[in-house]
Nanobody, 121 residues
């Protein structure tokens, strides 16, 4: 069974840093794009950053210059390095991956369970 497991969330003061990790595990044939989304209380889930299997990143304007996304294809892991955190970055952060599970010839979207990030002022 394929699953995405995030880690690295927590409580940090404004201006601090956190690194989120997400590991895709299970019977996986191939992993395509991976990314991070976030959902603040009372708001819709929004895209934060994505990265292709070839390592090309796309970071949303709201966090560009503070956040970076990178991945380790050997470990099927994607990371989100968050620097200069602000209280408005407080949210649940979700990992997303397009991957091909064993026994399939198609790619499907998978989501992690989320990890909470709280930035205090």
């Amino acid at each position: 069974q394929v699953q995405l497991v995030e880690s690295g969330g927590g409580l940090v003061q404004a201006g601090g840093s956190l690194r989120l990790s997400c590991v895709a595990s299970g019977a996986i044939v191939s992993v395509n794009d991976m990314g991070w989304y976030r959902q603040a209380p009372g708001k819709q889930r929004e895209l934060v950053a994505t990265i292709t299997s070839g390592g090309r990143p796309n970071v949303e304007d709201s966090v560009r210059g503070r956040f970076a996304i990178f991945r380790d294809n050997i470990k099927n892991t994607v990371y989100l390095q968050m620097n200069s955190l602000k209280p408005e970055d407080t949210a649940d952060y979700y990992c997303n991956a397009e991957l091909m599970p064993l026994g399939s010839s198609d790619y499907y979207d998978y989501w992690g369970q989320g990890t909470q990030v709280t930035v205090s002022s």
